[in-house]
């Protein structure tokens, strides 16, 4: 089991530009969860999909920020244009069915993305 | 709103001695309760879960209680060690979802 791989693992990027972040879950799990943690305000849930559908995006914080999960083994958000309040470290976590209250979540080891 | 409360202050301890962590939470009617540590550079690592009918929970040297009457799970580790030196994270499941939503985390120093 190699577990939740995300990629890049460091993103530096300028004001303006478009950046994607990717995902690969654990096979078999049903839910995806993508979290954003800074200092200030710790771990934010920003979108989840169970099933590749998107359950409740409330989390993103502007249109700025999209997200797709077009199959199981795949997911990406992207930031178009990002701008330094973007700035953070991204994580991505798999569960193995809905309802995570009962379910542990699997993180990857982030991206930290930095645009300047 | 909905709150989850952990000591913002690093709790630092002598190895061997227990190291308690407490966690608090407001506007929530939880049915389990997850605790979770974070290295440096690394994602959370779950580590144990509890049930709202559960007042205790053992796992190696730790344990953690849960109490719905008082909003509160502490989390303890007996007879640290300097590898226990991390940040640990409590989350609930949020009362309008199904995602989870995290604590801050309270950051732990053993010393030898």
């Known amino acids: 089991d190699a577990g939740v791989i995300q990629s890049p693992r460091h993103e530096v990027t300028e004001m303006g530009q478009e950046v994607t972040l990717r995902c690969k879950p654990i096979s078999g799990h049903n839910s995806l969860f993508w979290y954003r943690q800074t200092m200030m305000r710790g771990l934010e849930l920003l979108i989840y999909?169970?099933?590749?559908?998107?359950?409740?995006d409330s989390g993103m914080p502007e249109d700025r920020f999209s997200a797709k999960m077009p199959n199981a083994s795949f997911s990406t958000l992207k930031i178009q244009p990002s701008e330094p309040r973007d700035s953070a470290v991204y994580f991505c976590?798999?569960?193995?069915?809905?309802?995570?209250?009962?379910?542990?979540?699997?993180f990857g080891n982030g991206t930290r993305l930095t645009v300047t | 709103s909905q709150k989850i409360e952990q000591n913002s202050e690093a709790l630092n301890i002598q190895e061997g001695k227990t190291a308690t962590l407490t966690c608090n939470y407001t506007n929530y009617s939880p049915a389990y309760l997850q605790w979770y540590r974070q290295d440096p550079g690394r994602g959370p690592v779950f580590l144990l879960l509890i049930r709202e009918n559960e007042k205790e929970k053992r796992k190696e040297r730790l344990k953690v209680t849960f109490d719905t009457t008082l909003k509160q799970s502490l989390f303890h580790i007996t007879a640290s060690q300097p590898a226990d030196s991390a940040t640990y994270l409590c989350a609930l499941q949020a009362n309008s979802g199904y995602a989870l939503n995290f604590g801050k985390g309270t950051s732990l120093l053993v010393t030898p």
């Open positions: 976590a798999s569960s193995l069915r809905v309802g995570v209250g009962n379910s542990p979540l699997h």
């Open positions: 999909f169970n099933n590749n559908v998107p359950i409740d």
